[in-house]
């Protein structure tokens, strides 16, 4: 059949030319523009995600009322109090959606929307319409935006989770090419869209869009704690389970009292995993995936001897094997006040680390001395565990930064404010004593362009394809498809950053991708 057909088609990517060199010694940006998001009560920006084509999209939620340019959004009750909105390369908010229950994942689309993520239990009010769902279970709602606000479709996933699991015990991710992963503990048994897995631990699924299972697997026996998942554009899942126990992994279970990291495969088959990553963790701990199917784990934990009582933010780099490559980390004296909310993982196996820090972390690979207060910072690590540049708004009390890159070299960032919070030049100020909405933008970044630079750094995905392929991208690189004879039968010019690639009209075999 054509989709049997579909299945067999591989890609293979190589590259003809290089781009010009245009690799330099990083230096830190500096804060274009800073906007507040403010109302009748407090306001806090809780994900960013960058557009495809323009700006970024930000989830948060708000007490009582949001002012925006184009109105109030309001708090009555009926409509919820969780707001998305777009905001342009400059600061300016475009439009925002009200709903009731929180965005927890964000992916955008190459046309410049945005798909979310909302799970939910009973029912769920999105742009005010009401969708539903079992009271007994956790259910999961799908919405697809375009660039301008306008919902092109939503999928109600009944039933996601059966028994409903506590926020604190689940997570979900969620990539526009990949479909969606779960991480949920149970004491029992739970089922994941009316298949059920037989668990008093934790499981781990991958769905479609559409909600289609495609496996389950019980990965926890005993009593793990769920500590985080990522999905990757190719499918393959990365799960840590932090301060568990009795962890059951493949087939053989084993006692991990400190964390444990494990991948799948995007057929949901065991590939590796690394024990003893973390203890007492302060935060939630963070996870990415690398491009070249490592990983990058990120760990806020109260510090031990030999250091002292005091705080570590560490940063640990994970190999395509499963082998602990480097660790890096700030430490201090001082405790609480410090995490590591992001990473996004950059080509050339860097990071892209955002969170917040209480005054002086001076000691470790990646030091930082911040003014009083909790204060927001990011910065890039480079492959050998050390920063490229690190930058932090200059004053005020900031928590919760979480940072992303986007594909016209800035930074975007967002975070809460607890008091006036100053970016560069720009001062957010504090209104009426509550909490305010911050998102930034850090840019004349020098990224140390080794990424767009270094042909073995160029990245495809998935392979084999099936219907697409999405390769990184310089704008206006012409990409051309050549099969097994050597003649050309497709080919196009890159947009920025990624480039999505349509191949439905080829027929099933081998093909050459070259770039540039």
Not at 186 to 204: A, E, F, H, M, R
Request: include cysteine; charged fraction near 15%; charge should be negative.
């Amino acid at each position: 059949t054509y989709i049997r057909f579909a299945m067999e088609k591989r890609i293979l990517l190589i590259l003809l030319a290089a781009a010009s060199n245009l690799s330099a010694a990083a230096q830190a940006p500096v804060w274009l523009w800073a906007t507040g998001l403010s109302g009748n009560g407090s306001v806090s920006a809780d994900l960013i995600e960058a557009s495809s084509t323009n700006g970024s999209f930000v989830t948060g939620r708000f007490d009582n009322t949001l002012a925006l340019p184009s109105g109030t959004l309001v708090n009555d009750g009926t409509l919820g109090n969780r707001f998305i909105a777009r905001i342009d390369s400059l600061g300016n908010v475009l439009w925002a959606l009200q709903h009731d229950e929180p965005i927890v994942a964000m992916s955008a689309t190459a046309t410049g929307g945005v798909v979310c993520l909302i799970p939910y239990s009973g029912s769920s009010v999105f742009n005010g319409l009401e969708h539903l769902g079992s009271a007994t279970a956790t259910s999961a709602l799908i919405v697809e935006l375009d660039g301008d606000g306008a919902v092109l479709s939503e999928t109600n996933i009944i039933d996601l989770i059966e028994p409903a699991v506590p926020e604190s015990d689940r997570k979900l991710a969620l990539h526009i090419d990949a479909g969606l992963a779960v991480l949920a503990q149970y004491t029992d048994s739970v089922s994941i869209v009316g298949q059920w897995v037989q668990t008093d631990g934790t499981v781990l699924a991958r769905l479609s869009l559409q909600g289609d299972l495609l496996w389950a697997n019980r990965i926890g026996k005993g009593s793990p704690q769920s500590g985080a998942v990522h999905l990757d554009p190719s499918g393959s899942v990365l799960a840590l389970l932090s301060n568990g126990q009795a962890v059951l992994a493949t087939d053989t279970v084993f006692n991990d009292d400190y964390g444990t990291l494990a991948s799948y495969s995007a057929q949901g088959d065991y590939e590796w995993r690394v024990q003893g990553l973390g203890y007492d963790v302060v935060e939630p701990c963070i996870v990415g995936r690398r491009s070249d199917g490592g990983a990058f784990v990120g760990v806020s934990q109260p510090s031990q001897a030999p250091i002292g009582t005091g705080t570590e933010l560490i940063l640990k780099s994970i190999s395509s094997l499963g082998a602990e490559e480097w660790s890096s980390s700030s430490y201090g004296s001082t405790q609480w006040g410090h995490a590591i909310r992001s990473i996004e993982a950059l080509p050339g196996n860097r990071a892209l680390m955002a969170g917040y820090a209480l005054g002086q972390l001076p000691m470790g690979e990646l030091p930082m001395s911040q003014p009083n207060g909790p204060n927001g910072f990011a910065g890039i690590v480079s492959n050998l565990g050390s920063w490229e540049w690190v930058v932090s708004n200059t004053s005020g009390n900031v928590m919760g930064f979480r940072a992303v890159h986007s594909s016209t070299s800035r930074v975007y960032v967002a975070g809460g404010a607890i008091s006036s919070a100053t970016f560069g030049s720009t001062v957010i100020p504090m209104i009426g004593g509550n909490v305010n909405g911050v998102v930034g933008c850090l840019g004349d970044i020098t990224l140390g362009l080794d990424e767009r630079s270094v042909p073995t750094q160029r990245h495809m995905w998935p392979n084999p394809a099936h219907d697409h392929l999405l390769t990184s991208s310089q704008l206006g690189e012409s990409i051309r498809i050549m099969d097994a004879q050597g003649r050309i039968v497709q080919q196009s010019v890159a947009s920025a950053g990624t480039s999505r690639i349509d191949i439905t009209e080829l027929a099933p075999g081998l093909y050459t991708l070259l770039i540039g």
